[in-house]
């Protein structure tokens, strides 16, 4: 079972809306765009600042999208923020073809993905959007693990002319971002180095990821701990070389498999196959917490450790052949 | 005007008939209103055989829907306007967006008509690695304000468009031409529930009202109507008329906006295939894609039209 937490637990909307009223102060040009979702996306406090500045078309995600797109062309730096879950599924075509194709300068913001509405049910968990954003060309989609990474992202997205996702979390995180942690957009952070086998975690997960590198140090495996913050485009270099040093490799996230662990996965096999297991979410979740749901699909302590050994396992099996 | 020079391809110019087309620009300061109009139906007279022969040439294309919103092109680029190829940088232009993207031939012949595009760049229409894909595509062309294609997307880029004008204080004014079958896309109506609310005066949404989808009559589809009350219904002030008669478009779109305080919306009665007497209203020319005989069929009615 998942260890209790001793450290203190942040939501990274908190940290998305406080980066977004210090840009809104530097840049006039920044507007949120909401689909009713102002509560829910924590701009309040934006909105407070910046009354003009929050163009909410109430609850239709797809005018959402192409309004923000619309902005951009008029010479705005759109946020569009809403649930990621109604976000991407309704809006993909949108995202498609008015944020990515026409590579316009907007971002969209995703809140409360993965399956942080928990007990609310699969409807509203966002599990899907990796595996989908990642497969638009020309959309840099940024998974952030606490609120350090989160205001980077924000802030990164600001002033990058192009399309950009961000998965902003409401599930309690840790820290997580070494000290002086600066964001670099599809670079991975070493975390923890080690050579036995590799766990490539991103997003609310990179902890649980932490912690299960704990166990297998306990057990005298050295597993080196990469955060990969960006999905697309994915740091190839740094996977290649997880994959060869390492000879092994864990992926880690709080969604479908096709997201995180397709994406590495991709590289693996055509660069330097190596075995893999990839931890995540497996299909429509059963009632529960977001918590419980992570326990329940492995994607905890123990589940990343059990799949590393499997890992390893493996490995020395097929050495002793 | 290409942004990606690049994509400029190694094709056959010569294969493609393109003598008698170049650019014809705006109607001159000063015109008087018979002026005006015969410039303009000059331009939509040449825009059309140009577009019917790049069609061909291509094997592909929308001719019927093209032919219904020519003059509106025509009438919006050559006279209605503040966008011309030098004001291309200047953030108040007035923008202009098709939504009904697949007329991509007839935008990209009416923006060589205005001096967007070289004219001679029309005889790579869907090449390898043309700029003029057969939807027209931001990142391609300069003068193209978004991409488009898939239908219900340039109505809400539209409104945002006109929100970012309206947050700016800007005398900017935004087009926007949609399908009338279009219309049955829900983002549409999502979008003119923004632009009601925000009470958009500087957005003017001009329906392309040709009665014909890809398949049927849009009546016999999903039917429309009432069309100008539902229009009202959601905030617009409705103006009718008739989309091929290039004098009163002069005057709805310079009438814009025809309410204080409110979008504008126009149905402009239209004719897919106009004025080709083996086209025009006949559902089959959505995208059919003309013989040889039929062509010069065309452009012997187009002559003497």
């Known amino acids: 079972m998942t260890t209790a937490p001793e450290v203190a637990l942040s939501d990274c909307r908190d940290a998305w809306v406080d980066a977004l009223i210090e840009l809104g102060r530097e840049d006039e040009r920044i507007v949120a765009v909401v689909n009713d979702s102002v509560g829910s996306s924590k701009l309040n406090k934006f909105q407070d600042a910046f009354p003009d500045r929050v163009v909410n078309v109430g609850i239709a995600e797809q005018d959402m999208v192409g309004v923000g797109a619309g902005l951009a062309n008029g010479g705005k730096v759109p946020f569009v923020s809403a649930a990621a879950c109604f976000l991407t599924a309704r809006a993909m075509e949108q995202i498609k073809v008015d944020a990515a194709y026409s590579q316009h300068h907007m971002v969209l913001v995703g809140q409360s993905p993965g399956m942080a509405y928990g007990e609310l049910g699969p409807t509203h968990h966002s599990i899907e959007d990796l595996a989908w954003l990642r497969a638009i060309p020309g959309l840099t989609v940024i998974v952030p693990a606490d609120p350090t990474e989160t205001a980077q992202a924000v802030r990164w997205a600001a002033q990058h002319d192009g399309p950009v996702f961000i998965r902003v979390s409401r599930m309690g995180v840790p820290d997580v971002s070494p000290d002086g942690y600066e964001f670099q957009p599809g670079k991975a952070v070493t975390l923890r180095d080690g050579s036995d086998v590799t766990l490539i975690a991103t997003g609310t997960v990179v902890s649980r990821a932490l912690d299960a590198a704990d166990a297998l140090a306990e057990i005298g495996i050295d597993a080196r701990v990469l955060n990969m913050p960006t999905i697309a485009p994915i740091d190839s270099e740094a996977i290649e070389s997880a994959a060869r040093e390492t000879g092994g490799i864990v992926t880690v996230e709080e969604a479908l498999t096709a997201g995180l662990g397709g994406a590495v996965s991709e590289v693996v096999v055509q660069r330097h196959p190596v075995p893999m297991r990839l931890v995540g979410v497996t299909d429509f979740a059963p009632t529960g917490t977001v918590q419980w749901l992570l326990d329940h699909f492995g994607v905890s302590r123990d589940g990343i450790a059990a799949a590393a050994r499997e890992i390893v396992a493996s490995r020395r099996t097929a050495a002793e052949w | ?305």
């Open chain 2, 1 to 305: 005007m290409t942004v990606e020079e690049d994509l400029v391809p190694q094709v056959h110019v010569e294969d493609v008939p393109n003598d008698a087309f170049g650019v014809i620009g705006r109607v001159p300061e000063g015109a008087t209103d018979e002026e005006a109009v015969a410039h303009l139906r000059r331009a939509a007279r040449q825009v059309r055989a140009r577009d019917i022969q790049m069609v061909s040439a291509a094997g592909l294309g929308h001719i019927g829907g093209e032919y219904s919103v020519i003059d509106i092109l025509v009438t919006l680029y050559l006279n209605s306007l503040n966008m011309g190829p030098e004001l291309l940088g200047d953030p108040d232009r007035d923008r202009f967006i098709l939504s009904k993207g697949h007329a991509a031939a007839a935008l990209y012949t009416t923006l060589a008509a205005a001096g967007f595009i070289n004219p001679d760049d029309l005889g790579t229409f869907m090449q390898p690695k043309s700029m003029l894909n057969g939807h027209p595509a931001r990142t391609k062309i300069s003068a193209v304000e978004a991409s488009t294609g898939p239908l219900g997307h340039g109505l809400p880029i539209a409104v945002g468009t006109a929100l970012a004008g309206k947050l700016d204080d800007s005398s900017r004014r935004t087009f926007v031409v949609t399908g009338d079958g279009e219309l049955q896309e829900g983002s549409n109506w999502e979008a003119l529930m923004t632009a009601g609310n925000h009470r958009l005066a500087n957005l003017c949404v001009v329906i392309d009202r040709n009665r014909l989808q890809q398949g049927a009559r849009v009546e016999d589809t999903n039917d429309l109507e009432p069309l100008a009350d539902k229009l009202r219904a959601f905030g617009m002030e409705v103006v009718e008329v008739d989309g091929h008669d290039h004098g009163a478009l002069r005057k709805v779109f310079a009438n814009v906006p025809a309410a204080s305080g409110k979008p504008t919306a126009v149905i402009a009665r239209t004719q897919k295939g106009h004025p080709i007497s083996f086209m025009s209203d006949n559902v089959a020319w959505h995208h059919k894609v003309p013989s040889e005989e039929q062509v010069k069929a065309a452009l012997n009615e187009l002559e003497n039209s």
